[in-house]
């Protein structure tokens, strides 16, 4: 493998390319898949040994090819997608005064914070070279982590502070020390380019994609963890957002963890599942005996309310789509066309028959149940709600993890927003009555569905992040409130809504105006804990360390 390393260097040109047309180049990229798949079987089979194969002389060569050879170049907004843009990290805290409303009573004191993509050079990127173009795809950037601490005062006052920080992983250590984008988009875009960008990432640093840690966060043992799904969690110190370091559970983790492992009801310990390109494909950690396999229809699911044991069946409610939100390498060289098609609502807003598309022509996620018989192996498959609007993100009250539960959270995307974008946009969310049929159930379309509330936002202001809030001393499931992070479009502002759970459809009994603004992420939870002698720490974090 060494030599063969050495023999592609020696044979490359080490001059950044202006545009090449020759013939003998067009085969060179013609063949260089079939060139690259001894090495990548190998690179998969056993574990890259630079040290051994190649000197630090040699890394310094290969750097210096991929600086000569590959222009990094960031990818542009749209005016649409303004909000994806990424923001300053603040690592302070600021206090927030400006509330509309007011904090309940009984809302827990606590933190509540989420995760997403934040691109630390200004934008994902692409890069143009001699193999072609790849690029990063939407799912792609630094984590940060943004959140908003609520503090009770002796007399019932609230106070409450922002402020958002970097997730610090090992390899956006890396690239700051640097000043430079480092690691090859290995996602999509042209093959040559892909296969090449695999290629020399694995020779350089070992893996394949940047550790984004920018997807989730969750609690353990008291600990808090940002997480993504190519590698391990890090710790993080909730007061400060200071990224302390990762967590292979004590070297007993060597794989990529789960974005969202849950707690097992009774015990608290955490279920966690790995998967990768390479065998065992998936692992399944803290479960006792035996893992049992069902075969279901085909579909996308990237999310799930809750899972729970009912009788002989497991029933498992997620938000199921018939293709993936990832287009791939050859799909994402277009990407804008190929969200904006993938993302149209299933009817027009005349409604008009001939202007319906087919769920399978989209991706359009929504509720859904699946029945699993431990005994018999069988499988029973149903939609829960329609198709008249799309919905992800899914949550629950965290206390019914892994038990039935009666209601389920989740966002409703903005289908004719997200088209136009080309980006996902969630413009609402639902509380679905999980024991409840739909008050439209008598009409044949409708059978089997369930009831569903909604809680539209103002135009052109999208969601992200939401939580479940329990109520202190709360007695019913939905005692307490769906908090969201918000961002008006028209007037670029940034909220948090705060909405009571039992008047689901009423407006928020507390919104909350951020002082900066917040771009559009993935996952957010809340955190319950005293904080009125913490708030010194908070607020000064970035002093501290």
Known sequence: ???????????????????????????????????????????????????????NTSLKLVDAFVDSVFEFFGQPLLPSQSNFAPVD?????????????????????????????????????????????????????????HALYFCRGPDGSWTVVY????????????????????????????????????????????????DMSNTNIFEHAGKLYSIAENYVPQEI???????????????????????????????????????????????????SDSVQWFKVKPNCTFHLFNCFEDGHEVVVWGCRALDSVIPGPDKGKNKFDWFSRKFRPIKSSEGSIDDQVSEE??????????????????????????????????????????LQNNYGYCQIRDSIASSASGMAKYGGLAKLYFGEQSPESNLRENQGLIKVEYH??????FCSGDAFVPKDGGVDEDDGWVITFVHNEDTNTSQVLVIEAKSFTSKPVAEITLPYRVPYGF????????LENEMLTIVNSSSIY
């Open 1 to 55: 493998m060494a030599s063969s390393c050495l023999l592609f260097h020696a044979h490359c040109s080490a001059h950044k390319p202006s545009k090449f047309s020759s013939p003998s180049f067009d085969h060179f990229k013609s063949t260089l898949s079939s060139a690259f798949k001894p090495f990548l079987k190998e690179v998969q089979q056993v574990p890259l040994r630079i040290d051994v194969g190649v000197k």
């Open 89 to 145: 990290e603040s690592k302070e805290g600021v206090r927030v005064t400006d509330i509309e409303g007011k904090i309940p009573d009984d809302f827990a004191e606590g933190v509540y914070i989420r995760n997403g993509p934040n691109p630390f050079f200004g934008a994902l990127t692409s890069t143009s070279s001699m193999f072609g173009s790849s690029s990063n795809t939407w799912v792609e950037g630094d984590g940060m982590l």
């Open 163 to 210: 402020k958002n920080r970097y997730v610090e992983t090992e390899t956006l250590k890396l690239e700051k020390q640097r000043n430079k984008p480092l690691f090859l988009p290995a996602l999509e875009g042209d093959s040559p380019a892909v296969l090449s960008a695999y290629f020399f990432n694995m020779l350089r640093f070992g893996k394949v994609n940047k």
């Open 237 to 287: 110190n909730i007061l400060t957002l200071q990224t302390l370091s990762d967590w292979d559970i004590n070297g007993a983790w060597t794989r990529p963890f789960c974005s969202h492992p849950k707690k097992a009801p009774g015990s608290g310990e955490l279920v966690i599942m790995g998967v990768d390109a390479t065998k065992p494909f998936v692992e399944v950690g803290v479960i």
């Open 361 to 402: 022509q989209l991706i359009f996620p929504r509720p859904y149940e699946w029945r699993l018989n431990k005994q018999t192996g069988d499988v029973k498959e149903k939609n829960l709600t329609g198709t008249e609007f799309s919905m992800d993100f899914p949550f629950i009250n965290e206390a019914f993890i892994g």
């Open 456 to 461: 539209m936002l103002e135009k052109n202001t």
């Open 523 to 530: 996952h957010g939870a809340f955190r319950p804990m005293p």
